[in-house]
């Protein structure tokens, strides 16, 4: 799923281990996310959201499988 994860990081000044601590999970989880090589549960998901003030659509983009 792709996602924009690492620039709303970028825009609030976070390192992937500064939002892996505000989400409670590792700073390589963040980076597996980041790469899209792991999607996030729907509670991260919501923990995102909150924490950016955004819709999780509008962090993470899922596109149909062709």
């Known amino acids: 799923m792709k996602n924009k994860l690492k620039v709303l990081r970028a825009e609030h000044n976070f390192t992937q281990q500064d939002l892996a601590e505000a989400v409670e999970v590792s700073r390589q989880t963040i980076n597996a996310i980041e790469k899209e090589k ?29």
């Open 38 to 66: 792991f999607d996030p549960s729907l509670v991260l998901a919501i923990k995102f959201a909150r924490l950016f003030k955004k819709e999780i659509e509008d962090i993470f983009i899922y596109e149909k499988e062709a």
